[in-house]
């Protein structure tokens, strides 16, 4: 399994996750998250993020000083 088997695993136990969890009619936000570099991986969370219509906000996670 390569990373981003490692990370569609993740993002897809969330989708399964909150949707098993929930059943109410408001907006969802996935808040302050990270995939790295792998492109790959981007590309697949903000699409399934995208049909799901849940809104996000990324984090790049720079450390300074």
């Known amino acids: 399994m390569n990373i981003h088997d490692y ?3 993740f993002v897809d136990s969330k989708v399964t996750m909150v949707n098993e969890w929930t059943n109410y009619p408001v907006p ?3 808040g ?3 995939l ?3 492109l790959q991986s981007w590309d697949y969370a903000l ?3 995208d049909k799901q219509r849940w809104s996000y906000t990324t984090w790049t996670y720079k450390v300074t000083g």
């Open 7 to 9: 990370q569609k695993q």
């Open 28 to 30: 969802l936000l996935v």
């Open 32 to 34: 302050e998250f990270t």
């Open 36 to 38: 790295f570099s792998n």
């Open 47 to 49: 699409r399934v993020y």
